[in-house]
């Protein structure tokens, strides 16, 4: 209890002691333009406030840095006893209160190979749209208009042979018709995924601004052949990868 | 008669110039963005009489208010950090509709931020945090279409910059320069949404200038279109500035021109074809981009009238070209803390380059920051002046050598805020010739000016700081006539419209942004700015119109 007592006491020392030396080296050296954003509520860089971090963990991180995440070692720009403040002084931070600081876990990297480095890139092609993480996300990275892809152990064929049921040819007074995929509308409207575009649109229409049949002339295996066998592969190679949890990093 | 005409005459002008009238249809004023209104009820005479007419508070005050009010027919449309959009009667302030985007907590690169609405053809176009480009209904709010420009968690990009509409289409840009992303502009049917073309700022294997990046730089080699670009409806010319080559600071493997990074290039906005480019800062090692406001004007140049573009850049340079071909013209710095080169040649070429150094050191003037930020600069044709809003700040740099994922930020560098050489860490808002790049008087600040600069026909400059204060300039003086607390800290830009007769001048409040978090980076010791999300509007008291 007296030892209790006295290493709380000597950390409120510190603490206050350090508090505003901390102060001043997050503000010139963690606030600066594009990173932690002032008093810690994240800008471009996560949030640092009230996050749970141990001392350890900020003393390691800050000290090494994340150079995958672009964030510096500051291990040769910070003595001890600045890194003892700058990390005292994060540990007292209040929690953000914008509604924008990201503060969920930072996200996982799996170490990729070239090869499945390749296939991520190639999955996410922003110049051969649409790509497929134009449409699909995998673990929660990419689009949104059709299901996520879950399962590792997809094939070429697999691929090719697609069906998309629920497709519809929409006409609109005086325009060509489209293929769509209905979604959930609010009330009164009608909303769909305009697959006319090489970036799917997502359109809303009043009812009866619309006239819908069923059937398509958009097909999957149209978006699967434009990539070569070898570039299919590459993709799969990156979605094992990423999909297989033996792979998931710590 | 005469009292319509007080009114009128501005409106009827604005149709050959770039002056507005009681609208402020686009980003920058007109598309030719002078930031310049025509209205002179308010002016040098009255401007202290200026009271505050209405406010409202968007209600999402976490990142501050960055937007350029849009007013089209007496109503006024807003953009908000979270990508909010409110339609406001603009003489009363009254809501007409809103529109929360219900957009996700998606890790946001740049931070939150929104600098503005497009309104055109019924349509209100804003660009989203998340990446998403999403037309309302001008009338009611209504989502109209919705499009997922490129996976947010994967190219670490969003947008916020305003759109612009250019005939039938739509144009937004995209943030990501920073990161290890290659840049392009969209082009979409402002009726469908539909893609109509991408122009990509790092050309592709095979096309001209892709031999100026080395192995694979080009796929992850930044050039953001993160700002709103001009167009020339005579000239039928689409102007667009790009952004800093990434990774910002370390060149190492990405030697070469690294175009069109820190360009300002010249579309056809039918085909987004390229028609001229002209690279202001090749091989940029020092974050500076070419994103910002090209104002459009036809000027004497060396006795002949030509068709001119001016661009008030970080580097600390004011840059003039020709706009009918991209020819450089002339450069000249407008900040007194200028070490980044020695000077611009009468080619356009910079001369004694000081680039930063792996593991070494350097103090850079400007910072990173700029000789000024994104906030736009104002032509007046009434005084033939150009009004910036800058700072003197530096910063001591470190280049590395960094290993990143697709997306993740790409600085190849770090740094710490200094004061310049020459004294404190300081901002001012400067008028400029911009036939000599002479400084004509200068109105100074304790802190960096962050808000855009208004001029007016009343022969008035508007803008504001970060303590909170809105304040009116003599445009010819630069003396200081007027100014009202606004609470937050400004960080948006300021516009002058006109509804049944009386001239009104609106301002965003609120302090925010990723430059806006880094005020004490720069200054310590000071309180940091307040934050919030309002709207000021101010006007004449209607006894004295």
Redo the contacts between chains.
């Keep these: 209890m007296i030892f209790l007592t006295l290493l709380f006491a000597a950390q409120i020392k510190t603490a206050s002691g350090a508090a505003i030396n901390g102060?001043?080296i997050f503000?010139?050296?963690c606030?600066?333009?594009?990173c932690h954003?002032?008093?810690g509520?994240a800008?471009?860089?996560?949030a640092v406030a009230g996050r749970g971090f141990t001392r350890e963990q900020l003393r390691a991180t800050i000290s090494k840095g994340r150079?995958?995440?672009?964030?510096?070692a500051f291990a040769s720009?910070l003595n001890r006893s600045a890194l003892d403040a700058v990390v005292s002084y994060i540990l007292n931070l209040p929690p953000p209160?914008?509604?924008?600081?990201?503060t969920?876990k930072a996200p996982e990297?799996v170490k990729l190979s070239k090869e499945e480095a390749a296939g991520?890139?190639l999955f996410?092609d922003?110049?051969r749209?649409p790509s497929c993480?134009?449409c699909h996300?995998v673990n929660?990275?990419?689009?949104?208009?059709a299901a996520p892809i879950l399962n590792p152990s997809f094939t070429a064929a697999v691929l090719n042979s697609v069906k998309i049921p629920g497709g519809v040819t929409v006409k609109v007074a005086g325009k060509a018709p489209f293929p769509a995929l209905r979604q959930p509308s609010p009330a009164g409207t009608v909303r769909l995924v305009?697959f006319?575009?090489?970036?799917?649109?997502?359109?809303?229409f009043r009812e009866g601004e619309v006239e819908l049949s069923p059937g398509m002339d958009w097909k999957h295996r149209d978006v699967v052949g434009r990539y070569s066998a070898a570039e299919l592969q590459s993709m799969l190679l990156w979605l094992r990868a990423v999909l297989s949890s033996s792979r998931a990093a710590p | 008669m005469l009292i319509l005409l007080a009114v009128g005459a501005p409106a009827a002008r604005a149709a050959e110039s770039g002056a507005t009238g009681q609208d402020w249809p686009s980003y920058g004023g007109t598309a030719l963005a002078w930031r310049y209104s025509g209205l002179d009820q308010v002016n040098t005479g009255n401007v202290k009489s200026l009271v505050p007419v209405w406010a409202f508070q968007t209600g999402?005050y976490?990142?501050g208010l960055e937007a350029t009010p849009i007013v089209v027919d007496g109503v006024m449309y807003i953009s908000t950090?979270?990508s909010w959009v409110i339609a406001l009667d603009a003489a009363a302030g009254k809501l007409i509709w809103e529109y929360r985007y219900p957009g996700s907590?998606?890790?946001?690169?740049?931070?939150?931020q929104s600098r503005g609405v497009a309104v055109g053809q019924g349509h209100v176009l804003v660009g989203t945090?998340d990446n998403h480009l999403i037309a309302l209904d001008q009338k009611t709010g209504?989502?109209?279409?919705?499009?997922?420009?490129?996976?947010a968690?994967?190219?670490g990009c969003s947008i916020t910059g305003a759109p612009l509409v250019v005939k039938d289409k739509v144009i937004a840009g995209v943030t990501g320069g920073?990161?290890a992303h290659?840049g392009?502009l969209s082009a979409f049917d402002i009726q469908?949404?539909?893609?109509k073309w991408?122009f990509?700022t790092i050309p592709?294997p095979g096309k001209p200038g892709h031999d100026t990046w080395p192995g694979d730089s080009w796929?992850f080699g930044g050039g953001s279109t993160w700002m709103t670009g001009s167009y020339d409806a005579d000239l039928d010319l689409l102007y667009w500035g790009i952004g800093n080559a990434s990774a910002d600071f370390d060149s190492s493997r990405r030697q070469g021109a690294n175009l069109y990074t820190a360009s300002i290039v010249a579309l056809n906005p039918d085909t987004g074809k390229l028609v001229w480019y002209n690279q202001l800062i090749p091989r940029d090692v020092w974050d500076f981009d070419a994103v910002f406001e090209l104002i459009l004007a036809d000027l004497p140049w060396q006795g002949q009238q030509r068709k001119l573009l001016f661009q008030f850049n970080k580097s600390g340079y004011l840059w003039v070209l020709d706009r009918t071909n991209g020819k450089f013209l002339d450069a000249w710095p407008f900040v007194e803390n200028s070490n980044w080169i020695k000077s611009v040649a009468s080619t356009g070429e910079l001369v004694g380059r000081n680039e930063p150094e792996l593991g070494k050191t350097k103090l850079m003037c400007p910072s990173?920051?700029g000789g000024k930020s994104w906030n736009q600069a104002s032509y007046s044709p009434q005084t033939g002046l150009m009004y910036v809003a800058a700072m003197e700040i530096c910063a001591d740099l470190t280049a590395?050598t960094?290993?990143?994922?697709?997306g993740?930020?790409?600085?190849g560098?770090?740094?710490?805020?200094k004061p310049p050489p020459d004294g404190p860490s300081r901002g001012f808002l400067a008028a400029i010739d911009p036939q000599t790049g002479k400084r004509v008087w200068k109105h100074d600040e304790k802190y960096f000016l962050l808000a855009s600069v208004l001029s007016t026909a009343g022969g008035l400059v508007f803008c504001g700081n970060p303590q909170g204060e809105f304040f009116a300039l003599d445009a010819r003086t630069g003396e200081e006539l007027w100014s009202f607390q606004t609470g937050g800290g400004n960080r948006g830009s300021s516009v002058s419209y006109a509804v049944n007769g009386r001239q009104y001048i609106a301002t965003p409040s609120g302090w925010g942004?990723?430059?806006g978090?880094?005020?004490?980076?720069a200054w310590?010791?000071a309180p940091?700015p307040r934050g919030g999300s309002s709207i000021f509007v101010f006007a004449l008291p209607e006894s004295s119109k």
């Design positions: 102060a001043r503000a010139e050296q606030s600066v333009p594009y954003g002032a008093g509520s800008s471009r860089a996560p150079p995958q995440f672009g964030m510096p720009k209160a914008s509604a924008s600081a990201d969920s990297v991520r890139d996410f922003s110049e749209l993480g134009t996300a929660s990275v990419g689009g949104s208009v305009d006319s575009s090489p970036l799917p649109v997502v359109r809303t | 999402d976490a990142d950090a979270s907590n998606v890790r946001t690169s740049y931070g939150r945090f209504r989502e109209l279409w919705n499009v997922d420009v490129e996976p968690k994967y190219c920073d990161a290659r392009y469908t949404g539909r893609l991408r990509y592709g796929k990173l920051m590395q960094e290993d990143v994922e697709p993740a930020s790409a600085f560098g770090t740094f710490v805020m942004s990723l430059v978090g880094a005020f004490g980076a310590p010791d940091l």
